[in-house]
């Protein structure tokens, strides 16, 4: 290991029940059948999340399209580059929200398709939501350091393969540390986790111009994304 992986758990925000309805792709105004059954699992489901973050910090040198994170990982990716320009340090983390979620959704979508979409919907919203909150952790903390944050940036964004989620979960000894494996598929398990990278940059960005766009804004696929915003 050539860098000290820590491991935390974090309390989640309030849901946000415009983003469960945009990844339950309930366009428009959903009935408020939709919005009921939503808000009855968020209360039945809070006993059931775990936010669970590990993750460790290196320095990063660029020269497009290689990307070196320390000692313990070289990518090659032109978007990851754009993404970390101007940067010096790196973190890379997994997060989950564990795996009793993705057996609450396999026993409801038994019983009701309505409830299992609505599930999957609202664990895409609460491992963001904790991807999030994990991010401005590490921001608050960085600035404190002179350094300021780029938005995350996961494998499978732009021309990062989604195979680098590999050798990140295997960096972070995720299995350990807070349970996240991978199948052969590259389908994590539990299936609402999450890898990525966030870098900090001893100058501030400008997130929604060229190369700093973040989000739905910087991504090549925004006009034929289904969830996009």
């Known amino acids: 290991m050539s860098f000290p992986v820590r491991r935390i758990v974090l309390e989640l925000p309030p ?28 209360e039945e489901t809070a006993p059931l999340l775990t936010g669970r973050v590990c993750y460790g910090e290196t320095e990063v040198t660029l020269t497009p399209p290689a990307v070196k994170c320390g000692e313990a990982l070289s990518l090659e990716s032109q978007d990851l580059c754009r993404n970390l320009q101007g940067c010096v340090r790196v973190v890379l983390f997994a997060a989950t929200i564990g795996l009793e979620w993705d057996r609450r959704i396999a026993r409801e979508g038994r019983l009701s398709p309505l409830r299992g979409l609505l599930l999957q919907a609202l664990g895409a919203e609460r491992i963001e939501a904790l ?75 400008c997130l929604r111009s060229g190369a700093n766009s973040s989000g739905c804004e910087g991504c090549a696929r925004r006009e034929t994304c289904l969830y996009r915003r």
């Open 131 to 205: 991807c999030d909150v994990f991010c401005q952790e590490r921001a608050e903390a960085m600035a404190s350091r002179g350094l300021y944050a780029r938005p995350r940036f996961s494998p499978g964004y732009g021309d990062l393969p989604l195979e680098t989620q590999r050798p990140l979960l295997q960096l972070l000894d995720a299995s350990r540390q807070i349970g996240v494996g991978l199948n052969q598929s590259l389908l994590m398990s539990p299936s609402k986790s999450v890898t990525a990278l966030q870098g900090f940059a001893p100058t501030p960005f």
């Open 15 to 42: 849901v946000s029940f415009r983003e469960v309805m945009r990844y339950a792709r309930a366009g428009g105004e959903p009935e408020e059948r939709f919005l009921q059954e939503a808000r009855s699992l968020a």
